[in-house]
């Protein structure tokens, strides 16, 4: 088992940056690549970001490329996402998630997964 919580979700305005955490407990945490997605009222749940075991790959939804950036910390179990020049359509719950070994933009393979923090961008 692993066992995901998240942190750092808010009310921001448009253009303001917000800095999620998830930290992981459990099994090894470098065994696992981890993902964010997102979920809006009314919408699926959506990719956000993917990291590798070691973070030498990421990959990210079009709808954050170059906004957003995840990273991890193998020693401290925790992965990050950095959220910037953040927009209205970017409100929603945002959820880690955790799946072994590769990385996926398919919520479908992961298997563990946080409870969400709210994030909120006013315009």
């Known amino acids: 088992q692993v066992q995901l919580v998240e942190s750092g979700g808010g009310l921001v305005q448009a253009g303001g940056s917000l800095r999620l955490s998830c930290a992981a407990s459990g099994r090894t945490f470098s065994n696992y690549a981890m993902g964010w997605f997102r979920q809006a009222p009314g919408k699926e749940r959506e990719f956000v970001a993917t990291i590798s075991l070691s973070a030498e790959y990421t990959y990210y939804a079009d709808s954050v490329k170059g906004r957003f950036t995840i990273s991890r910390d193998n020693a401290k179990s925790t992965v990050s996402l950095q959220m910037n020049s953040l927009k209205p359509e970017d409100t929603a719950i945002y959820y880690c998630?955790?799946?072994?070994?590769?990385?996926?933009?398919?919520?479908?393979?992961?298997?563990?997964w946080g409870q969400g923090t709210q994030v909120t961008v006013s315009s």
């Open positions: 998630a955790a799946k072994v070994y590769s990385t996926s933009d398919s919520y479908h393979e992961y298997r563990y």
